[in-house]
Every structure is written in C-alpha cells, then in structure tokens.
C-alpha cells in the first residue's frame, strides 16, 4: 500500500457501528453510528482508496450492496490475518476477535497478550510473543446480565441506565447494578490473576464500549485501546494487500 493511502474501517456491531480512518496506517478520525446509511454517507465524503468492513450480526453485504462502486474487503473467519491461529473451531471464531487481536499483534507484537473486549460478551483472548493465538474465553456483557435478570425472574426490573454504584446496594436497584459491575470486575480480576500465574509479563489490552470504566477498578495495571477493532482491521486490510 502506497504512502498516501487513505483507507476506511468499518465494525459493525450489536448496538452501534463504529467507523475508523486511517492516514498512511494511521487512525486520524473515528466515527460512532447508528445506521448504515451514515457510514456510506460518510465514505462517499471521504474517498477512500480501500475500505475493510466485518460484523458479527453478518450483514457487511447490505454495505456493500449500497456502495457499488467500491471494493469492499469483508473480513471472515477464513481471511488471511497476521497472527497463527490455533482455535481448534475457526469457522466460529467471531470476526470481532479476530479483529481485535490483529490490534494487539500491531501495537504489541512480541508480547504476551490478553485482549479483553467488553462488548455485548465480554471476551478474553490470549495471544503469545510468537504471534501464536491460542484461544480464550467468552462470559455475558453488562447489558445481556441485566436482561437476563429480568427474563428471568418476575419481580426484578430491567435496568437500562447505570453508574458506579457502592459495594453494598441499598434498593433493588443498587444491589443488581452493584452485582453486575462489582462482579464483572472480580470475574476480571480473577481470570487476568490466572493468566498472570502462567505468563507473568502479560499484558492487559482492554477494548469495548466500556474498557474506560474497568480499567481503573482492576488491581492489574491495563492499557484502554477501545480503537484496537479498528486498528486490527486495518491491520489485516495492509496484511493483505501487501500479500
């Protein structure tokens, strides 16, 4: 890819689509939508020479329908990526995770790394100094365990909106925001804790809508990079247009 490159990267997610540019391989700007109608607006404004698109709902093809006259790189589980890939099921490994672990072998390749992402899952992903990926884990997000509180139970409420809440809940309320975020931080806490009894110089790249609000709860020293999906598809975009 040339110097003066201008490429586009567009993740589209559960709740939102978060859309990147990238300068000679360099995030410049960054978007957050709602529709797809206002990421192809967007790229009809910018121009770019070469765009790098994945979802996990799996519907990039209505994107690329609505911007004909693009090439638009789907990112699937069998592209090539610049990591090895050692999940036993790579058909089912989310485009998502991918994405982000191309990230992490761009902004800290070398490294023993576990990426957590904080989504409607929350995902933990390890991948070694040797660019070895080597699998992870997948646990309920902040929203889906509130949702499920509610289907589940007759009596306690969906709760939509949430802050920092104390240790100990004085209403209902309280007590399930403090449940969900108190336990999202120890389930957190314990499973870096397990990783770092097995690779002591690990370290923690958090992403998602809501890396900000861990990181500094956590007793492990963590590196927010809640661009690092973007980063990663364009990190596969430049992998493979140089292959």
Known sequence: MNNDSINIAID?????IKVGLFQNNL???????????EVTDLVKKKQPNHIIACSV????????????????????????IPFE????????????????????ECINKGKNNLVIDIGSCITYDFLDDKSLYHGGSISPGIDLR????????????????????DLIGQTTEEAM????LNGITAEMDGIISRYQS???????????????????????TIFASPKLVLIGLNRILEYNEKS
């Not at 589209?12 to 939102?16: H, P």
């Not at 709902?57 to 090539?80: D, M, V």
């Not at 925001?177 to 969900?180: A, C, F, M």
């Open 198 to 220: 097995k690779w002591p110089d690990l370290e923690v790249i958090m992403c998602g809508r809501a890396a900000n609000s861990f990181e500094s709860k956590l007793k492990a």
């Open 177 to 180: 925001i403090s449940g969900v």
């Open 85 to 104: 890939n050692h999940y036993k099921t790579k058909n089912t490994l989310g485009v998502d995770r991918i994405a982000a672990l191309a990230g992490a």
């Open 27 to 37: 995030l410049s700007e960054d978007w957050t939508f709602q529709s797809l109608s």
């Open 146 to 165: 509130f949702k499920s509180m509610n289907d589940y139970t007759k009596k306690l409420p969906l709760i939509s909106k949430y802050d920092s809440v």
């Open 57 to 80: 709902a799996g519907n990039e093809q209505i994107l690329a329908k609505a911007l004909p006259t693009y090439k638009i790189f789907i990112l699937h589980a069998s592209t090539p």
């Open 12 to 16: 589209i997610g559960n709740s939102s």
